[in-house]
């Protein structure tokens, strides 16, 4: 059985003897439907394959989801176990706890000090004085205006519409 560029190919070539008219026509369409059958049946089991390694993404897909779900809950668990274990020590006065192998020590956070921002302020910062405030100015491109002008025939400079594309749908 050829492959299925061998195939193509041998399209490709069918076409070309097909405009020759010294060539018998039905001879043409004889190998025509036998070159066709070929194709599709290398076609089918091509898309077997494609199929097939879609459901292998999608299994992949559905554990890798289902691992990140875990590693929340670990994550989670973590947190309140520290957290307990903090406030315990907190709680009876100790900054240093554990055994030989591991210990636990209550420390203070580095880095700079945070802000506690009265109630919509950090919302918007114009409540502050002008010497504390960072004007930016941001512009973005107004799509749908865009698609709109397109539409209508009007030019937008340095903006066209491109192809959309085509993909194979697998069934």
């Not at 008219?21 to 494609?50: C, H, R, S, Y």
């Amino acid at each position: 059985m050829s492959s299925l560029f061998e195939i193509g190919a041998d399209f490709l070539r069918l076409q070309e003897m097909a405009e020759d008219p010294n060539i018998d026509q039905e001879a043409i369409m004889d190998t025509f439907e036998a070159i066709e059958g070929e194709f599709n049946d290398k076609v089918e089991k091509w898309l077997m394959v494609i199929k097939d390694k879609q459901e292998d993404m999608n299994t992949r897909e559905r554990l890798m989801e289902d691992l990140r779900e875990k590693n929340q809950a670990d994550f989670r668990t973590i947190d309140r176990m520290k957290a307990t274990v903090k406030q315990l020590m907190e709680l009876t006065g100790q900054k240093k706890a554990g055994g030989a192998i591991l210990t636990a020590t209550i420390c203070g956070v580095g880095g700079k000090k945070p802000l506690v921002w009265a109630d919509g302020v950090r919302e918007d910062a114009r409540l502050l004085p002008e010497k504390y405030q960072k004007v930016e100015t941001v512009y973005k491109a107004d799509t749908d205006l865009i698609r709109e002008d397109l539409d209508n025939g009007i030019e937008v400079p340095g903006v066209e519409y491109g192809d959309r594309g085509t993909y194979l749908k697998v069934k």
